[in-house]
């Protein structure tokens, strides 16, 4: 076997793999969307995999049978505005943040930078009791504006991160002359450097939407009342003990995943490169 017929063969077992794993990842997803056009008894008869009486009950029964307790259009809405929230504050920070870091050689190889990725992979496990204490101390539980803080404290690092490497690559040659011109660094920074960075901020911003959409655990601490739920809690409102509401659960599921496909597959090449880059720079 020569060398050409190798990476041939290679490359086709490379293919092959990937080509597994793709499926393995996606299989559950397409599952869950086509059981929720089910009528409840197939789905728990589970003879056949598409449906025989195709059905949008689901659906209507997850956004028309609303309750004092469970409105999921409301915990939608309650989900868009937090999750806007988040990214609107985390791309704040982490622009100011990430320039300061790219710009400035003592901040880049300072321990300053090597910190964002410790909080980023800090366990926050071990965060709730602290966490749930102070805001409850502040007035700020059962408020939706504790998760935007706590979503932006946990994001902003991994933005900053990743934004470092598109400020990096603006040449500095641009910024000194709009400084020769007498614009500000204000100016600068928001007419010069921001657009130039704007496939960064975009990436940044799907990845913080994305985190603060689907986020559960800190939801679950600090909010208590019935309408300030996420949609991830009111998810949760479709299970019992005794019984599982498996229709407008799935459509749920579909529902909530619906605005991440959308969000991360047009940016997930301005994803992939700012992570790469990082890391090829770290």
Known sequence: MNSL???????LIALMVIIVVLLLLIWPFFYIFVSSFKPLREIMARAVFFPVEATWGNYETLLFARTPVRDFPRFLLN??????????????????????????KRLKSGLLSRLLLLFYVFPTIVLLIPIHGMFTSVGLYDNLWSLVI?????????????????????????????????????????????????????AAGAYAFITSWGEYLFALLLIGSSLKRTAPLGLATFTAEQYIEWGPLLAG?????????????????????????GAVKE
Do not use: H, Q
């Open 253 to 277: 599921s579909i529902l909530i995943m619906v605005p991440v496909f959308l969000l991360f597959l047009p940016v997930s090449g301005y994803f992939i490169k700012g992570f790469t880059a």
């Open 150 to 202: 706590v979503y932006t404290a946990m994001i902003a690092p991994f933005c900053t991160w990743l934004l470092v490497s598109f400020f990096e690559n603006i040449p500095k040659d641009l910024e000194e002359s709009a400084s020769l011109e007498g614009a500000s660094l204000f100016r600068i920074f928001i007419r010069i450097i921001l657009p130039l960075a704007a496939p960064g901020l975009v």
């Open 5 to 11: 017929t190798a990476k041939r063969v290679n490359n």
């Open 79 to 104: 989900s868009l505005l937090v999750s806007l929230a988040t990214t609107a504050l985390s791309l704040t920070v982490a622009s100011i943040s990430g320039y300061g870091i790219a710009r400035g």
